[in-house]
């Protein structure tokens, strides 16, 4: 098992891209904290986890915007398990508009559940990570990393902010033990994508069909989704990797959309 006994928080976890991550962890002997703002359906996702793979979980409830819940939240985890060896910031949202008439409160929102949810949760578990000389952290990005799309202002800002601090944690934390790094998935048919969906073809003036097959996988190599398989899996490859020689770095999983 890749992460037996390993201490694993994820954000965003009851559902989704999330919870592939946490039921992979726990399959490689991981215990894992469900992190979530529902803390009702974290519970669940615990339990369903707990009763499956025979690990231990737990659920947090977390508002990833908010110090105070972030800073009990990583405790409670410590408490219960000692330490935490593996962050994955993955709580997050969608909000589309064009550029003028993104709401600034909107705008706000999106980047301090992406941008300050991955800080908080970082500062929050490295002195854990420091004192045992060992951790990885790895934040969801997205191919917006990389690129960028129309009515996307905030999120795309956001998640090209990920990557300067990514690097930041990975020069500072890397003598100390910790490695940091981000996944950058194309699109996810979650429910986050389903949501975008009918909104952009309000925006664009085109049918859902069209956004589904032009818009969100026009430009992969085989009109196919990224699943949240495929982005567990990498969240794996990461979370075990045993030295600094990737630290830093990002991952594209999006079928060829974007490719450096």
Known sequence: MKLKDKVCIVTGAASGIGLAIARKYAEEG???????????????????????????????????????????GVQAVVDAWGTVDVLVSNAGIQIVNPIEQFKFDDW????????????????????????????????????????ASKLKSAYVTAKHGLMGLNRVIAKEAGPKGVRTN???PGFVRTPLVEKQIPEQSKELGISEEEVVNKVMLGQTV???????EDIAEVALFFAAFQTNALTGQSLLASHGWVME
Request: aromatic share 4%.
């Open 108 to 147: 706000k929102k999106m980047l301090a559940i992406h941008l300050d949810g991955a800080f908080l949760t970082s500062k929050a578990v490295i002195p854990h990570m420091y004192k045992q000389g060992s951790g990885s952290i790895i934040f969801m990005g997205s191919v917006h990393s990389k690129e």
């Open 222 to 228: 085989d009109t196919e989704f990224t699943t949240v």
């Open 182 to 184: 981000v996944i950058c």
């Open 30 to 72: 991981g215990k894992v904290a469900i992190a979530d703002l529902n803390q009702e359906a974290a519970q669940k996702a615990a339990d369903e986890i707990t009763q499956t793979s025979g690990t231990e979980a737990m659920a947090v409830a977390m508002d990833v915007t908010s110090e105070e819940q972030v800073e009990a």
